[in-house]
């Protein structure tokens, strides 16, 4: 598939944290032809019960680029320590680094009151890196961008200190089994860790055509939790009989760090799965929806 127009950068904490907070969109990007990379910050190594550092480090970045192959994209997983993570200089001169390399038009990652502390230091590091990727002397060595992206955050559902205002609202339900896919990827996570860390570790069953309906379900118990608090919204953008119905959602904040886009624009940053359908190649594989 050809690459052209608007490109996404997801800057996360873990390896499968974009996929399940972005996974939608991410879809729709390469849907449409457009470059994705998904980065993960940390080397994900502390997200297990039983498996060691030297084995689940390799593991994870495997496991994260066969991910994005679900979708033709690029997933990267850097080395700074899982659940140890810090806003410092140097992660946000990476993560300056990786914005300057990449030249992205739209960068999405966590808000800075999320529930991890790795989430958290990911969001400030991206917020305090928005402005300064501009700045030639900054971070010489990487040649600055003259204008900011714009800058999004990832949806989550806290409400304290404050709840996040969707600014952007896309209906996911087509992409649900693309993003599945991806996240089958992640086998340590989605068939060990997540299930050990939730108590339901005896539920996954042994075979990948059943593992695969086991994660289709615990997607859907998942993410129908953010559509129903999203609700309201997805009314007021869809219509109530529609926006009732809608049970696989993504939402985004856009920041008021980067650029400040016009409606024009985010209709182009932030595309439907109408505008992919109509104006886009399909992502290779047949896009299924599931009735969870």
Aim: glycine share 6%; proline share 6%; with cysteine.
């Amino acid at each position: 598939m050809t690459t052209s127009g608007p490109k996404l950068l997801i800057i996360a904490a873990h390896p499968d944290d974009a996929e399940i907070h972005a996974g939608g969109l991410a879809t729709i990007y390469r849907q449409l032809g457009r470059p994705v990379k998904m980065l993960s910050i940390t080397d994900g190594a502390a997200g297990h019960y039983k498996r060691n550092a030297s084995d689940l480090i390799p593991r994870r970045r495997q496991e994260a680029a066969e991910a994005g192959k679900v979708i033709g994209a690029v997933y990267e997983t850097l080395d700074f320590p899982d659940g140890r993570l810090q806003a410092t200089l140097e992660v946000r001169h990476r993560v300056m680094q990786e914005i300057r390399e990449f030249r992205p038009d739209l960068v999405l990652t966590h808000r800075t009151c999320d529930y991890h502390p790795d989430h958290r230091a990911v969001g400030q590091s991206v917020q305090d890196a928005s402005y300064l990727v501009t700045v030639p002397r900054v971070l010489p060595e990487v040649p600055a961008l003259t204008r900011a992206p714009v800058f999004a955050y990832m949806s989550d559902m806290f409400t304290r200190p404050t709840r996040l205002r969707a600014d952007e609202v896309i209906d996911v339900t087509e992409y649900v089994d693309k993003v599945v896919n991806m996240l089958a990827c992640q086998h340590s996570q989605v068939f060990e860790w997540l299930p050990y860390e939730e108590g339901i570790l005896e539920t996954v069953p042994d075979s990948d055509e059943e593992r695969l309906e086991w994660l289709r379900a615990w997607y859907a118990k998942h993410m129908h939790p953010r559509a129903d608090h999203f609700r309201e919204d997805l009314i007021k953008n869809f219509g109530k009989e529609k926006g009732d119905a809608i049970k696989f959602v993504e939402a985004y904040e856009i920041s008021e760090y980067g650029e400040q886009p016009s409606s024009s624009r985010r209709r182009e940053l932030f595309p439907s799965p109408e505008q992919a359908n109509t104006n886009g190649a399909r992502v290779a594989g047949k896009n299924r929806t599931i009735s969870a």
